[in-house]
């Protein structure tokens, strides 16, 4: 999986959103189509990037939604007894 492709998916969330003029809605709006439209394995990667800094051409408006929503992006580990 390119990470250089998630960003430009990324950024394209975030153009649409950012014409919102709740910035608060906007963040939720990206946080919730990424959670909704993308595998954890995508989610995972552009989050990881995020926590590494690696990722210098995400949006701000991006970026911060996925900063202030990420913990409910992550794919939920499953438990039980083997």
């Known amino acids: 999986m390119d990470i250089d492709?998630?960003?430009?998916?990324?950024n394209q969330i975030g153009e649409f959103f950012s014409a919102f003029p709740d910035q608060e809605e906007a963040?939720?709006?990206i946080a919730?189509?990424?959670?909704?439209?993308?595998?954890?394995?995508m989610r995972n990667?552009?989050?990881?990037g995020i926590d590494q800094q690696t990722l210098p051409t995400l949006m701000p408006l991006v970026r911060h939604a996925l900063e202030q929503h990420?913990?409910?992006?992550?794919?939920?580990?499953a438990t039980g007894t083997a």
């Open 5 to 10: 492709n998630l960003v430009h998916m990324a």
């Open 27 to 29: 963040k939720s709006g």
């Open 32 to 41: 919730n189509h990424i959670h909704k439209f993308w595998e954890p394995r």
């Open 45 to 48: 990667l552009i989050l990881d």
């Open 70 to 77: 990420g913990h409910g992006l992550r794919p939920k580990l």
